[in-house]
T-cell receptor, first 111, second 114 residues
Framework: NAGVTQTPKFQVLKTGQSMTLQCAQDMNHNSMYWYRQDPGMGLRLIYYSASEGTTDKGEVPNGYNVSRLNKREFSLRLESAAPSQTSVYFC??????????FGDGTRLSIL | QKEVEQDPGPLSVPEGAIVSLNCTYSNSAFQYFMWYRQYSRKGPELLMYTYSSGNKEDGRFTAQVDKSSKYISLFIRDSQPSDSATYLCAMSGSGETGANNLFFGTGTRLTVIP
């Protein structure tokens, strides 16, 4: 049982390049989330999907788009990467009103 | 003011010590309270989950919630070197959509010295 799987684990981009981060969960959870984690800032919610077919903005959505492909998969897209988006990105999933379960993150550097 | 405040530490204790980790918050709508443990280069792992006020114990770990003071704590008894990690508090309200959107503290880095 893999839980939440994120790909890739590491990526280096140049400013202006685009990229999609992938996330899949095998726990049959309804809700999925994308966070970024920066030193001194903690985890901040970028976007979430309460259930299949819905997506909503979190605290820091600017510069990102998301797609809830199906119940298992939730992707995060950077259309034109900026150095300020250098961060560690975490995907999580949960059942309704239950604690979230996290993947091991994607470490993204933008030069 | 951030919604959730947590002392970042770092905190170093000898093996066997009792560790106390704390968070304060400002949003009285928070009802669900969690503690996550995060090892280096890993994702957060759920340790404790409580609803509303009160205490919850699980092995060496005890979580306390005082909603009147907007204060939560995690106690670790008989601390072990394997407890060395960053501890994140997190909390949420009861959103209508069912999504449990969490607000996190910045984390406290703990080192347990053998």
């Amino acid at each position: 049982n893999a839980g939440v799987t994120q790909t890739p684990k590491f990526q280096v981009l140049k400013t202006g390049q685009s990229m999609t981060l992938q996330c899949a969960q095998d726990m049959n959870h309804n809700s999925m989330y994308w966070y970024r984690q920066d030193p001194g800032m903690g985890l901040r919610l970028i976007y979430y999907s309460a259930s299949e077919g819905t997506t909503d903005k979190g605290e820091v959505p600017n510069g990102y788009n998301v797609s809830r492909l199906n119940k298992r998969e939730f992707s995060l897209r950077l259309e034109s990467a900026a150095p300020s988006q250098t961060s560690v990105y975490f995907c999580a999933s949960s059942e309704f009103w239950q604690p979230q379960h996290f993947g091991d993150g994607t470490r993204l550097s933008i030069l | 003011q951030k919604e959730v405040e947590q002392d970042p530490g770092p905190l170093s204790v000898p093996e066997g010590a009792i560790v106390s980790l704390n968070c304060t918050y400002s949003n009285s709508a928070f009802q669900y309270f969690m503690w996550y443990r995060q090892y280096s280069r890993k994702g957060p792992e759920l340790l404790m989950y409580t609803y509303s006020s009160g205490n919850k114990e699980d092995g060496r770990f005890t979580a306390q919630v005082d909603k009147s003071s907007k204060y939560i704590s995690l106690f670790i008894r008989d601390s072990q070197p394997s407890d060395s990690a960053t501890y994140l508090c997190a909390m949420s309200g009861s959103g209508e959509t069912g999504a449990n959107n969490l607000f996190f503290g910045t984390g406290t880095r703990l080192t347990v010295i053998p």
